[in-house]
């Protein structure tokens, strides 16, 4: 299980010569990716991985849709190709974003599971899903599952948070409250704005 880092900590990160190089404790990756990359600004770093189309489309159906296989992933609204699917699963694994394991239900299906760094994510989703609701044409049935999470603020996606934990990870860092699910609740707002439009 990943840690959570802590926003001010830049020990994995040493200043060299000839300009940023990673210590010992960071990954191979991340050694590579700031090596490569355009400049260090954090918002720069993170579109290094979000930057594109799809990445954040996927980490949505895996938080939102509760999709955990590849056909489900694939089954979106917004129609990825398979070999899209592929290449940004396979991204999403080597950022550590996503885990991936063999299926014991079947010996060809493969379950991915959040991180920590990508539940971590959940308050940006919501903040970025909130300004949709804002400023863009966002059909009501999306805007009434946003509507739960603007209303509920940060300790509802904390306690959303910790529900993608106990799935994802197995553990847990409160009490489950008494009541429906986060998860629950943003599933009966869709359900019923798209109850509503069909009557």
């Not at 014991?104 to 959940?122: C, G």
């Not at 940006?124 to 509920?152: E, F, I, K, M």
Request: charged share 25%.
């Amino acid at each position: 299980m990943l840690e959570r880092t802590a926003p001010a900590d830049r020990s994995r990160f040493t200043t060299g010569r000839s300009g940023y190089y990673c210590s010992r404790n960071a990954t191979s990756f991340e050694v590579r990716a700031v090596k490569e990359a355009r400049s260090r600004c954090p918002i720069n770093l993170s579109l290094e991985i979000f930057g594109d189309r799809w990445t954040l489309l996927v980490l949505r159906d895996v938080v939102f849709g509760g999709a955990r296989h590849f056909r489900e992933l694939l089954g979106g609204e917004e129609r990825i190709s398979s070999n899209v699917l592929a290449d940004r699963l396979a991204t999403l694994v080597e950022h550590e974003l996503l885990t991936r394991a063999g299926d014991a239900s079947h010996k060809q299906k493969v379950t991915y599971s959040l991180t920590e760094r990508a539940i971590d994510l959940v308050p940006v989703l919501a903040q970025l899903s909130a300004w949709g609701v804002r400023h863009l044409p966002v059909a009501d049935a999306y805007a009434a599952r946003a509507a739960v999470l603007t209303a509920g603020g940060p300790p509802l996606w904390e306690a959303f948070m910790d529900e993608l934990r106990e799935t994802h990870l197995g553990t847990r860092r409160g009490q489950a409250p008494d009541g429906p699910t986060v998860a629950e609740r943003l599933d009966a707002a869709y359900a019923a704005s798209v109850a509503e439009r069909t009557e």
